[in-house]
């Protein structure tokens, strides 16, 4: 009385999510999305790929010195799912570099909630849609910047 039991086959891998579920387009169509933040203006293109981010021709690393800019351009990518499936270049132009990392990050969001509008509900509850509209307060005449007041003297 020697029964043989039966062991379960192995079953098959789930496969992930390809870039063709993520982005249902063809793969030499571009998204565009543009971002603004203070005087900052970035032009964003995104496309299926392996990755790529490039900033005014130069890979990420080498263009934002600090690792908070980095992090916050990459944030609408990791919050949707897509970090290494697209390609994203990037022309950013005027004022500094926390700016064009906020600029890129909201051009980017746009960009991805083209691609795919799925995404713009998590994109604007992440808070990557919003325009942050805090701009520099302008000089005013008779004093030494926006609020700041020359220094009184009595004599």
Known sequence: MSEKTEKPEKEAPVETATVSV???????????????????????????????????KREIDKYFAIERDRHSIVSPLKATKTMGLVDVYVNVMGGGPTGQ???????LARALRQANPDYAELLRDGGYLTRDARMVERKKYGRAGARRRFQFSKR
Do not use: E, H, S, Y
């Not at 793969?27 to 933040?37: E, I, S, Y």
């Open 101 to 107: 990392a906020g600029a890129i990050m909201m051009g």
């Open 22 to 56: 993520i982005i249902p387009q063809p793969p030499n169509l571009w998204f565009r999305g543009t971002g603004r933040r203070k005087t900052a203006v970035a032009r964003v293109r995104i496309r299926p790929g392996d990755g790529k981010f490039l900033v005014n």
